[in-house]
Each structure stands twice: as structure tokens, then as C-alpha cells.
């Protein structure tokens, strides 16, 4: 076993995650790896053993094969290795390479920390959310709308007569300027005491004049 090579099967090795063998492929390519040297070479464990290793069926795990080869991530190994440890030519299984110089790009490692999956053309996909790419490559943001009606605010409803305040008379000594509490009639000369002008004073209490 290579502490390298399976750094690489499960940490760099571009398996197409659009693919729905993806994880059959990274499982099977970790068992691989499981008997490659540091360089990736040599590896050549039997069918059955992978078949253990990963729970998967043999014509899966030789699909599998086929298509961690055609993807360019494995490829036929020396056989020397191979006769060397095993004499049996009837049980010799197939020897594979591991192509560790095939990985991620550092650039797309790093784009891929928010898990985005990685397609079999080598492209990460786009999440749906608030950015989405147009047609011409061109990253468009939805901003929020504040203009939606549910954002309104109601609104006021209109004073009605009672409420309203009524111009000044003109026949106390209130002025427009002046505050609604000034509009009262003196009783006497020295204007110590008053009482609501009865014309244009607003009801106290609610009371209609």
C-alpha cells in the first residue's frame, strides 16, 4: 500500500462527478491504488480481492476497469513485477498503473471546496443561486427587489371631516401660524380666562360643537 497513491484516489484523481458510475469508479480506483507503489506502478490486485474490497459484483468491477482506462486515469503495467510474485500464469491478474500526474488543477481544486461537482468535460458546474452564467460567459447577479408590492407600505388613509382641523375663522384672535390651542375667545380684558372659539376651536374629547 502507497500512502501517495491513495492520497490521490481520493483526494486528486478528476472522476467526473456528472457520471452515475462516479462513485463506483472512485471505489474501484481506491482499491487499486490500495496495491500501488509510491510511484502508482505495480498495482495488481486479483478480482476477487477488489470484489471484497468495494462490495461490488466482477462484471461491475471489470466495467469499472474499462472505464478508469478510458478516462486515462489507469493504464496497462509492466508484467515483471507480476511473474516475479506470482508463478501461476493462470492466476495472474492484470497489472495496472496509476497515472498520478493526472489531477485536479489547483485552480479548480480550490473552486471545488464548496463541493461543486466537477463534469467529464473537466468543468465545474454551476450551483443554482443568486449568480448565473449567461450564454456569453458572463456572470449575471439577480439582485432583490424592493419594488414589490408586498414591500409597500400601506397606504394612510384619508382624514376624515371630524379629524380634520378647520381654518381660522378670522373672528377670535387666532392666527394660521398659530397653534390649534390658540384659538379661544378672551372673556375679559385681561385674558385670564378664555373659552374654545366655538367656530373654528376642534371639539374636545371627541365631542362635536
Known amino acids: 500500500m502507497s500512502v501517495e497513491a491513495i492520497s490521490w484516489a481520493l483526494n486528486h484523481a478528476p472522476i467526473p462527478t456528472d457520471r452515475k458510475d462516479a462513485s463506483t469508479l472512485a471505489i474501484t480506483l481506491i482499491a487499486l491504488a490500495n496495491h500501488a507503489g509510491p510511484d502508482g506502478r505495480d498495482a495488481f490486485p486479483s478480482v476477487e480481492r477488489m470484489m471484497r474490497y468495494t ?31 506470482i508463478p501461476e500464469a493462470n492466476a495472474r491478474p492484470q497489472v495496472y498503473n496509476l497515472a498520478l500526474s493526472t489531477r485536479l488543477s489547483t485552480a479548480l481544486g480550490e473552486r471545488r471546496q464548496d463541493d461543486a461537482p466537477l463534469t467529464s468535460r473537466g468543468r465545474q458546474q454551476k450551483r443554482l443561486g443568486a449568480s448565473a452564467a449567461t450564454s456569453g460567459g458572463v456572470t449575471t447577479t439577480h439582485k432583490p427587489s424592493f419594488n414589490r408590492p408586498d ?46 372659539c366655538p367656530r373654528c376651536a376642534p371639539p374636545r374629547n371627541g365631542s362635536a360643537r
Open 151 to 196: 414591500n409597500r407600505p400601506a397606504p394612510s388613509a384619508p382624514p376624515t371631516g371630524r379629524s380634520a382641523v378647520p381654518p381660522v375663522c378670522g373672528q377670535c384672535d387666532a392666527r394660521d401660524s398659530d397653534p390649534v390651542s390658540a384659538r379661544v375667545v378672551w372673556l375679559d380684558e385681561d385674558r385670564t380666562r378664555s373659552v374654545p
Open 55 to 85: 462490495r461490488l459484483s466482477r462484471r461491475t468491477i471489470q466495467r469499472s476497469l474499462r472505464s478508469l482506462e478510458e478516462l486515462g486515469l489507469i493504464r496497462p503495467g509492466n508484467t515483471h513485477v507480476r511473474d516475479a510474485k
